[in-house]
């Protein structure tokens, strides 16, 4: 069992950062792909980034990709999502996610076996 929470959400200025973690509970934390997701309002939940266990491959969705970067720290059993460069359109309530699926499935949501509460990131223009 793996318990997430996600902190670091807020508001920020277009052009301005933010770091989101989220924290995991469970001993078996390094053992999970840990992934990110928004979901704005009226939209689906969408793939932001994931990660690998040993945090030595990542993926990003292209709306991110040179923007926001994936970490984490299986010391601390936390995974990090730092954001830059936002923009209106990344505002959204941000989930993380763990799984044991292998890299194909990182960026479908239904193949992640816990989630977070959700932070809620908003960046005003």
């Known amino acids: 069992q793996v318990q997430l929470v996600e902190s670091g959400g807020g508001l920020v200025q277009a052009g301005g950062s933010l770091r989101l973690s989220c924290a995991a509970s469970?001993?078996?934390?390094?053992?999970?792909?840990m992934g990110w997701f928004r979901q704005a309002p009226g939209k689906e939940r969408a793939f932001v980034a994931a990660?690998?266990?040993?945090?030595?491959?990542?993926d990003y969705s292209d709306s991110v990709k040179g923007r926001f970067t994936i970490s984490r720290d299986n010391a601390k059993n936390t995974v990090y999502l730092q954001m830059n460069s936002l923009q209106p359109e990344d505002t959204a309530v941000y989930y993380c996610?763990?799984?044991?699926?292998?890299?194909?499935?990182?960026?479908?949501?239904?193949?992640?076996?816990?989630w977070g509460q959700g932070t809620q990131v908003t960046v005003s223009s």
């Open positions: 469970g001993r078996t934390f390094s053992s999970y792909a």
């Open positions: 990660i690998s266990w040993g945090g030595s491959s990542t």
């Open positions: 996610a763990a799984g044991q699926q292998v890299r194909t499935f990182w960026s479908r949501a239904p193949s992640y076996k816990y």
